[in-house]
């Protein structure tokens, strides 16, 4: 016979919504801990349940199914029914650039853990379910997803929406072909580079920001033939916002300072560092992979990066750090051309796509 909590999930799939109510304020503590596997039963059955119960028009309804499936979407195979579902990704897209719609953040959330399923590659090819109207300007979803990051801060589109963990979606998308090459190619709809309109947040006072689009950044530059116009400082411009995270209150010598971008030229004596060790890495990461080519070494030189990550290494205690830091000068100082043979250049370089963690939530 079916336990008492057996018998309350499956009143998820009753035909009443009094009774799909009560199962679902009673169930959401169970979506995390080790009962959560009472979701899994009757080949995932509470799930599909779950989406469907996702449009109820009730925010409240909507709200305990949507922190239920972010939780649960931690599961792989669960993650991998939701990526699979055409029609459930694109109404998960559509109901976040919803300036109306009060759940605009969890399905947020939602959306940040199906994009560690490469199946979310889908929603490159999803076409916005309105009009293109300002602020949201293109008629395609991905393009609605960035501008509502973008504009949307700080609840400045949609009153009940931050959309700051877009970041995670952008960092995981960007682990795909599609994905970086989208985010380094200019788009149609603005004549804008979707990376650029991103780099502002690196130095944002949000962490979830400054993660995600430190992720982002790093994963786009495996598109190693879009350096050197991401470095133009007349186009994208990337290098200040990869070293101003970096710097600190150290005075370096003049002449290190002035070859240095203007952005970074005579900072305040209060300037602080990037306080995240694990954000920090990524920047250098990003940093070692733009010296992955000679014209980028290059500029990276004459750029002044040198000092920038000399004084980073001697400020921050952090082994992580210091290690990516070192790679960093193996790799900047080598004589030219190599004293370090290609295969020991690829030794250096990042071995990996940066991919963010599922985000979960204990309770409404």
């Known amino acids: 016979m079916p336990t008492e909590l057996e018998e309350l999930v499956d009143f998820l799939h009753s035909p009443q919504p009094m009774i799909r109510t009560i199962a679902l304020q009673n169930l959401v503590g169970y979506s995390t801990g080790p009962q959560n596997t009472i979701f899994l039963r009757n080949n995932l059955q509470p799930i599909k349940d779950l989406k469907i119960i996702t449009r109820d028009l009730q925010p409240n309804v909507q709200k305990a199914a949507l922190t239920m499936l972010a939780n ?40 940040a853990n199906i994009a560690k399923d490469d199946g979310v590659a889908q929603i490159f090819k999803f076409r916005a379910k309105q009009a293109p109207q300002p602020p949201l300007e293109s008629r395609y979803a991905v393009d609605q997803l960035v501008d509502c990051f973008v504009k949307g801060a700080e609840n400045k589109l949609n009153p009940n929406a931050t959309f700051d963990y877009l ?27 979707p990376l650029s309109k991103l780099l502002v947040f690196t130095e944002y006072n949000n962490d979830v920001r400054r ?5 982002t950044i790093k994963n786009s530059l495996f598109e190693l033939s879009e350096h050197m116009a ?11 916002y990869l070293l ?12 290190e300072m002035f070859e240095l971008p203007e952005e970074l030229q005579l900072l305040p004596p209060d300037k602080t ?11 250098v990461e990003s940093l070692v992979l733009l010296g992955s080519t000679r014209p980028g070494r290059d500029k990276l030189r004459d750029s002044g990066v040198y000092p920038i990550v000399r004084e980073l290494h001697l400020a921050v205690e952090n082994e992580a750090v210091r290690d990516i830091c070192e ?3 193996q790799l900047i100082m ?23 963690e599922e985000s979960s939530l204990e309770s409404l």
């Open 167 to 193: 970041a995670f979606v952008f960092a995981d998308i960007s682990r795909l072909p599609e994905g970086r090459k989208y985010f380094v190619t200019e788009q149609e709809y603005d004549h804008l580079v």
């Open 327 to 329: 790679r960093f000068v």
């Open 273 to 283: 560092r990037e306080p995240d060790n694990e954000i920090m890495c990524v920047h």
């Open 334 to 356: 080598a004589d030219e051309p190599g004293t370090a043979s290609v295969n020991q250049r690829l030794q250096i370089l990042p071995d990996q796509i940066e991919e963010v």
């Open 230 to 240: 991401l470095l133009d400082k007349d186009g994208v411009n990337i290098l200040p």
């Open 211 to 215: 993660a995600g689009v430190a992720s």
């Open 72 to 111: 649960m979407s931690t599961f792989v195979k669960i993650r991998a029914l939701l990526a699979e579902d055409v029609t459930f990704l694109e109404f998960i897209v559509a109901q976040i650039v919803d300036l109306n719609q009060p759940n605009a953040d969890l399905f947020s959330i939602l959306l």
């Open 244 to 255: 101003l995270p970096l710097a600190g209150p150290e005075e370096l010598k003049e002449e």
